[in-house]
């Protein structure tokens, strides 16, 4: 958990599931698992076992502690619609997120027929946004299950971008997230590749967030895209005025 994040599109992070596996291109060099994997067997600490599930039910509370409104994205370290997590601890989370009214949550998932399984049963308050991630034009249909979700807010994380999405249906979607592959071994990402997606996005009135352009050393590349930092949101009601 961290009560001011690094990532640029939110403000903190809630884990109460950590550990996943790999599904999809886009986990291939997940930065998730290299970090949990540096502390497995170290007793005591958040991630002794590693990257392995693991469902953490003395934190479910944690966002009703934190009185100042935030973004918070639900489980940077793992998957809430995981194969392996129980339907009732789904429940569990949502119904945090529910009573923590004065956050917005931003959940994100690659796991999107489960998504759109669970999607029906889950008390969708107009804090908890939605989101799936698309890498390449191998996982769109992830797209077509989150429309599916009665969410207020659909997103779009196209993060890492490892090939091109000309021809994204953006019907029902409210934000979309773009950014390059960081780390050890990142792979490139074009400029054509982003501009196509920023074009799409304004024809469709869709929100536009530039997240980074990556590689092995991200601070050197930035975040600007033509001479610009596009740090677009979803235009919501205050969240000030809901603080408890």
Known sequence: MSLNSHIEWTDATWNPVTGCNKVSQGCKHCYA????ERFRGVVGHPFENGF????HEDRLNLP?????????????????????VPEAFVHSVFETMVRAR??????????????????????WAPNIWQGV???????????????????????LSLEPLIGPLDSLDLRDIHWVIVGGESGPGARPMRKAWVTSIRDQCRR???????????????????????GKTWDQF???????????
């Open 33 to 36: 698992l290299r970090f949990a």
């Open 52 to 55: 392995d599930l693991t469902l």
């Open 64 to 84: 009703l502690a934190w009185k100042e409104p935030r973004r918070i994205f639900v489980n940077s370290m793992s998957d809430l619609y995981h194969e392996r």
């Open 102 to 123: 004065w956050h917005t949550f931003q959940v994100l998932t690659k796991r999107a027929r489960r998504l759109g399984e669970l999607g029906d049963s889950l008390p």
């Open 133 to 155: 991630s698309v890498e390449n034009e191998d996982v769109v249909e992830r797209i077509d299950e989150l429309r599916k979700v009665p969410a207020k807010v659909r997103f």
């Open 204 to 226: 469709a009135a869709v929100p536009f967030f530039f997240k980074q352009w990556g590689g092995v050393q991200k601070h050197r590349t930035g975040r600007e895209l033509d």
């Open 234 to 244: 979803p235009v919501i009601r205050s969240r000030q005025s809901l603080a408890p």
